[in-house]
C-alpha cells in the first residue's frame, strides 16, 4: 500500500477543481451530521484524528519521511492546552494556542535532532524521542502520571461560543478541522509542496537542482508537528482530559494505519481512514481486545486488495486526483 509514483496526477486546474468539488461536498455532509442522528462524540473523534492523519500524510505522503513519533505532538499540545485551560484558566483560543505553540517548539527541536538522518534511522530517531516524552510525561507532576489531567473546563471560545453544549463544540471541531485541511491542501499545492514532492521522489535530483532538501524536510516536519499540536488541542475539548495514551508508540502507529488504509500520498484518503479506524473502535468496542485483531485483519485484506489504499484505489480508477 503505497504512493505509485508512475501514476501521480499533476496539480492541473482541473484536479484542484475536482478536489475542490470534493471538499465542498465533504464540508456539507460533515456540517449535516447534527441533523442525522450520527452520535456527535464519534465524528468529533474522527475529525481530530483525521487532521493528524492528514499532518502525519503531509510529511510521508509528499516527503517521504515516516515518522513514528507523531503522537508525541498530538500529546503535547493536549497536555499543555489541558494545562492551560484547568490550571491557568485561560480561554479557549488561548488554551489552543498555548498547545500548537508547544507542539511547534517540539516539533523545532525534535526535528533539528532527526532531520539530518534518512530512511529507517529518521524513522527511528522520531520513535525514540517520542518514547523519552513518554516517559518524561509519566513523571512529570503537571501531567499527573497515569491518572492523566481530567476534567478540563470547555468554557466560552470568545466569549460567546459555549462549548459545553455538544452542537456548538461539533462546529467549533469542524470549523478547526476544515481550516487545518484547507491549509494542509494549499501546502501541498503550492511551490513549496511541489519542491517537497520532488524531493520525495529523487532527492538527488533536487539537490542537483540547487535545492536545499534538508531545510525543506525541516519545514515540513515542523508544519506538520505543528498541525497535528492542533489536532491535540481540539481534542482536549473533545475528550476532556489528556492521558498517556496519546503519547504512547501506538497512537503513532493508529496514525500510520489511518494513513495507509486511507491511501498515502492523497489529499482525503487520510480523512477516510481515520473515520474507519475510529468507527471500528467505537462500534467494535464490546469485543474487547479482539478489536485490534480485527483492525489487523482489516489492514491485511486492505493491503492485498487495495493496494495504494481506499481512495487511492478510486482516484485511480476515476483518473482523478483525490
Partial sequence: ??????????????AMRDEMIVFVVMALLLAAVPFTGVYPFFVMQALCFA???????????????????????????GYCSAHALKVWGLPPELGILVGVAAAFALSIVTGYISIRRQGIYFSMITLALSQLLYFIYLQAP????????????????????????????YYVVLAGFLAGFLLIFRIINSPF?????????????????GYRTDQYKFLAFVLSGTLA????????????????????WSMSGEVVLMTLVGGLGTIFGPVVGAFVIIAMQQYLASFGQWVTVIQ?????????????????EIAHYFRRSL
Avoid at 234 to 239: I, Q, S
Fill in 51 to 77: 487532521l493528524l492523519a492528514c499532518a502525519f500524510n503531509l510529511l510521508i505522503g509528499y516527503g517521504g519521511l515516516l515518522s513514528f513519533g507523531h503522537a508525541m505532538f498530538l500529546g503535547t499540545a
Fill in 229 to 248: 499540536g492542533f489536532a491535540g488541542s481540539l481534542k482536549v475539548f473533545v475528550a476532556q482530559n489528556a492521558s498517556l495514551t496519546d503519547v504512547h
Fill in 193 to 209: 509542496g511541489e519542491v517537497l514532492k520532488s524531493i520525495r521522489e529523487n532527492e538527488q535530483r533536487a539537490i542537483s537542482l
Fill in 296 to 312: 489487523g485483519s482489516i489492514f491485511v485484506i486492505c493491503v492485498l486488495t487495495f493496494r495504494r489504499g481506499v481512495i487511492g
Fill in 142 to 169: 503537571f501531567t499527573h502520571g497515569e491518572d492523566g489531567i481530567q476534567g478540563i473546563p470547555q468554557g466560552h471560545m470568545f466569549g460567546v461560543l459555549d462549548l459545553s453544549k455538544p452542537t456548538v463544540l
Fill in 1 to 14: 500500500m503505497t504512493t505509485l509514483t508512475d501514476d501521480t496526477l499533476r496539480a492541473t486546474p482541473r
